[in-house]
């Protein structure tokens, strides 16, 4: 009887352990931190991996979080313009909303969001959004890419280069 106690409590033990194993596992995507003058941008990198990006696995007219897992932070370390409005110094989420020609940038005030499942929730939180043009290019980018190159914020994915203006 003790033998199978003790049995019994190894297996529960292990099975515990497991469980616990499982809920560590690392993120699905890589992450990244970009950094500019007076600019620093948190997002995970999705992987193309030969899907249909834009206008499939992300919908066109459809809030996304700019990327994977939680939603994307940027912090203007100073007062700025971005896109030409006025942001004033401090972290937010951004998220967008893409078109086949425009995308639709958006500060949220509410920070630590899981994707852009809560959106609509926070929405009154929107500190501003922009719209910019977006352009088609041939060259294919694998994995998600935000660049900060002086005055702009960058992103690069399978076909698709969207660029916003940002000044201090």
Same mark, same amino acid.
């Given at each position: ?18 469980? @616990?194993?499982?809920?560590?596992k690392p993120r /699905? ?24 990006? @834009? ?9 996304w979080r700019l ?12 007062? /700025?313009? &971005? ?60 994995? @998600? ?22 000044? &201090?």
């Amino acid at each position: 009887m003790k033998t199978l106690h003790v049995l019994l409590l190894l297996l529960g033990v292990a099975t515990t352990s497991t469980v @616990f194993a499982q809920d560590q596992k690392p993120r /699905a995507s890589a992450h990244s931190t970009v950094t500019g003058a007076n600019i620093k941008v948190v997002y995970g990198q999705p992987k193309k991996k030969g899907r249909d990006i @834009f206008g499939g696995l992300v919908p066109y007219g459809q809030v996304w979080r700019l990327g994977a897992d939680e939603a994307t932070e940027i912090t203007f370390d100073k007062d /700025a313009t &971005f896109g030409g409005k006025p942001v004033k110094k401090g972290t937010y989420t951004l998220f967008a909303i893409p078109t086949a020609t425009t995308w639709t940038f958006i500060l949220n005030g509410k920070l630590g969001q899981w994707g852009a499942f809560d959106y609509e929730k926070n929405k009154a939180q929107d500190v501003l959004s922009v719209v910019v043009p977006s352009t088609q290019t041939t060259k294919e980018v694998e994995v @998600f890419t935000i660049t900060l190159p002086a005055g702009k914020l960058v992103l690069d994915w399978d076909k698709t280069h969207v660029e916003v203006p940002v000044k &201090f």
